[in-house]
């Protein structure tokens, strides 16, 4: 098994994924929040690129509209992107989510290649580590990145869930150097996941916004045993 990080999604070619376990990681906040609904009662998460398109299949198909951009929930739009608006459970009955965000649902469907795609984040790490681990190919750890550019969350994501595979495997496997920066950097914070999110510069922005309360939610290690995959167009929890 050989693991290798993508530091951003935008730079994922299908060569790095084919045949292999992916794991996506857009821990501010697109996986933590799919993880969270999916370990809430929510069936199927629908992620979509663009809004547009995000709006007309909610309307089609019945399904919850959630959405964000800029960190903030998308006007108009009945949810945003905080795992907390989720956390409580469906309302009214719809229980499939056609979630949009900046980066994320990008990255997710960037993976599409894979042999198997799965959402990763701090709060589901050990059974996302688990069941890569199970799979028996290579990993490929996909980080989303923002607009574009390395973000430090998701390194940070990625390196938690490899502290995972270290002490589930019992031993270091074979790693590229930006894996391997990632398991020193959760090293580096494992006892205090938040300071490491609150550093972040997504981070500060989403304290700016006043959600301070989502950062906390985010660096919850192994809150859940939610392992999200996607598989067609539909992410389902496992
Ligand atoms: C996302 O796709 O999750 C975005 O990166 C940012 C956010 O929701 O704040």
């Not at 996986?31 to 992620?47: D, F, H, N, Q, W």
């Not at 938040?194 to 997504?202: F, K, P, R, T, V």
Request: with cysteine; hydrophobic share 45%; proline share 4%.
């Amino acid at each position: 098994m050989n693991i290798n990080l993508i530091p951003v999604a935008s730079a994922a070619g299908t060569e790095a994924m084919s045949g292999a376990t992916a794991v996506v990681f857009d821990v501010l906040r697109a996986s933590s929040t799919i993880v969270t609904a999916l370990s809430s009662g929510y069936r199927m998460v629908y992620p979509v690129v663009n809004v547009e398109e995000a709006v007309q299949i909610a309307r089609e198909r019945g399904f919850c509209l959630a959405g964000e951009r800029g960190g903030q929930k998308i006007p108009g739009f009945p949810m945003g992107n905080s795992p907390l608006e989720f956390s409580t459970g469906p309302v009214a009955g719809a229980d499939i989510l056609v979630l949009t965000t900046s980066n994320g649902t990008a990255a997710i469907r960037k993976a599409s290649t894979a042999e198997k795609v799965l959402i990763g984040s701090i709060i589901n790490a050990r059974a996302v580590a688990r069941t890569a681990i199970s799979e028996g190919r290579d990993i490929a750890l996909i980080c989303a990145g923002s607009d574009g550019l390395y973000a430090l969350e998701d390194i940070l994501g990625a390196g938690f869930v490899l502290m995972e595979i270290v002490a589930t495997a019992n031993s270091v496997p074979a790693m590229d150097d930006q894996a391997l920066t990632a398991l020193c950097l959760a090293r580096y914070y494992q006892q205090d996941p938040l300071a490491g999110l609150m550093e972040a510069n997504h981070g500060k922005k989403l304290l700016g916004l006043g959600l301070k309360s989502d950062l906390r939610w985010c660096s919850r290690l192994n809150l859940y045993d939610t392992v999200p995959i996607f598989a067609g167009n539909y992410i389902k929890g496992s």
